[in-house]
């Protein structure tokens, strides 16, 4: 036992918690069949016309060689106007993802904008106060 250590870890957990002061958990999130079909751009016309059913926070899915498609919107919050957003992913273990979860393509506007997995839960979106379209 090193209580120095724990003690440290303590207060690293502590300001892990406090490093965003502006929580906010995206809503509407709707989920559907999909392919892993790279490109750099997807129309708006194309997630649009997908079959997509409502997300609920708790809900699983997955399966041997199965891809989803996740969308949802995310508008401004009118207190934070013009400072940075994150988007952070979490599968809500509380250990780091494990290999069984997800490697995702994240879409902004249609527009690919980067990848998210175990090891990279946030993206950061720029500061403009407008609502994006996440896929």
């Not at 207060?11 to 809503?27: D, I, N």
């Not at 392919?35 to 016309?45: A, L, P, V």
């Not at 250990?95 to 946030?122: A, C, R, S």
Request: aromatic share 8%; proline share 4%.
């Amino acid at each position: 036992m090193d209580p120095i250590r724990n003690r440290i870890k303590t207060a690293v957990k502590t300001l892990g918690e406090l490093r965003y002061s502006h929580r906010m958990p995206v809503e509407g999130v709707r989920v559907g069949d999909g392919t892993y079909d790279f490109c750099e751009h997807i129309s708006m016309e194309k997630l649009k016309s997908m079959e997509l059913k409502p997300y609920g926070r708790d809900e699983t899915w997955g399966g041997k060689d199965r891809h989803y498609w996740f969308i949802a919107q995310v508008a401004p919050d009118r207190e934070r106007r013009g400072k940075e957003r994150r988007i952070i992913l979490s599968t809500g273990e509380t250990d780091l993802w494990n290999t069984d979860n997800p490697q995702i393509m994240v879409y902004v506007d249609g527009e690919f904008k980067g990848t998210m997995d175990m090891n990279h839960q946030e993206l950061i979106l720029d500061g403009e106060d407008k609502t994006y379209s996440l896929a």
